[in-house]
């Protein structure tokens, strides 16, 4: 079947799938094994190491390339994991410039693990003009996008830094998490590489963590599967399946997060305890209109801070949530409340923290898929305490 030109909610069901060939499975089978029988040395039907290949596990990296309009899809064990194989991709001396406001444990991995072997981080604000060309030095060799950015939700012009990328001949990664290729698809915008954390809206069902990554690149796909094999950060097939088995309704789940997101923070625009909301989908955020550009819609992660300052009220209100469960994650389909300055992100010094006002009253919501009047009356009997 010709895939290219399939709408997205076909390519998710269908997307590099065919019933297996043993006995017309529809939904590829879980291979529970680690090794494969060979006729002869090296002569085998295209497996022989569950770490190298594994059928369920290359199903969905052919699933994952469909959807984000790729050619090669790549699973791996956590999104950690895809984001040390794709920064595994440079070498002492390199430099890497990173939006300033990124998820904590991407923070962590770039300034504790990979500084200590002679890889520089400069970390800007992407959103605003001129900083990241003036970023940019003769050792740049990789350029870090997360967009919608964690937890601020601040939106970067994909196409533009693609544009800047012809000129300064540097890699660009976007980390299409939030978004999912649902609604965004960063390599029709110029990225090399898209990665996501798959336990998220691709999974959608919080029970299963897995990392992605996909490029058009033959060159950049050989050099991800031998750094993904050499070191090993590869999914079981349990998990593989069930990724595969969360895409084929992200079409559908998206669409309700999506649209309880948008009513909620207009809704928490208007609540009189409610400071400021970051979500892409308001006219009021700095960044609508590029994301009106290059997403479908706005997704379902919005976050906001209380007109009080204190942590206090912003403990006693997530911990007082009755449908939103506090807890770290996102993009499952029960909704999500959490305090990025001591949970996700606390792995961020407060001053950086401070620099994207990412402070002491910020909530952070993962709106699901429930009844979106029983989200809003959770969130109202909650903003009543404080």
Request: charged share 20%; proline share 4%.
């Amino acid at each position: 079947m010709d895939q290219d030109h399939l709408g997205f909610g076909t390519k998710a069901i269908h997307g590099g799938q065919e019933p297996d060939p043993a006995f017309g499975a529809v939904m590829p089978p879980v291979y529970l094994t680690s090794t494969y029988a060979q006729t002869r040395p090296g002569e085998h039907k295209g497996y022989e190491y569950s770490r190298t290949h594994n059928p369920t596990r290359s199903a969905l990296e052919r699933n994952l390339a469909s959807i984000e309009n790729g050619r090669f899809g790549l699973a791996f064990s956590s999104g950690l994991a895809a984001i040390d194989a794709i920064v595994r991709l440079l070498a002492p001396g390199d430099e890497v410039v990173s939006t300033n406001d990124l998820y904590g444990g991407t923070y962590r991995l770039f300034t504790k693990i990979f500084e200590r072997y002679g890889i520089k981080f400069t970390f800007v604000d992407l959103t605003t003009e001129g900083e990241l060309e003036a970023a940019i030095t003769e050792r740049t060799r990789m350029v870090w996008v997360e967009t919608p950015s964690n937890p601020m939700m601040r939106i970067t012009d994909i196409q533009a830094v693609a544009a800047l990328k012809k000129e300064r001949d540097f890699l660009l990664v976007v980390d299409n998490t939030f978004a999912t290729p649902c609604l965004q698809r960063p390599l029709e915008f110029g990225a090399d590489i898209v990665m996501h954390s798959a336990t998220k809206y691709l999974g959608g069902h919080s029970d299963v963590v897995l990392g992605a990554a996909v490029v058009r690149s033959e060159e950049l796909h050989e050099q991800l599967a031998f750094n993904q094999n050499s070191a090993g950060g590869t999914p079981g097939p349990l998990d593989s399946y069930l990724v595969l088995r969360g895409i084929k309704t992200l079409h559908l789940r998206m669409d309700r997060h999506c649209a309880s997101a948008m009513n909620i923070a207009q809704w928490l625009e208007a609540h009189p305890k409610v400071d400021l909301v970051h979500y892409p989908g308001l006219k009021s955020h700095k960044g609508h209109e590029i994301a009106g550009r290059q997403m479908a819609q706005f997704g379902g992660m919005l976050s906001f801070t209380l007109k009080s300052d204190r942590q206090d009220d912003a403990f006693s209100l997530i911990s007082s949530l009755k449908i939103f469960t506090l807890a770290e994650s996102l993009g499952g389909v029960e909704s999500l409340c959490e305090h990025p300055a001591s949970m996700t992100h606390a792995s961020i010094p407060a001053e950086e923290r401070a620099k994207v006002g990412l402070g002491d009253s910020l909530i952070r919501l993962s709106v699901g898929i429930e009844d979106e009047k029983d989200l809003i009356a959770d969130l109202e009997q909650g903003l009543s305490l404080i």
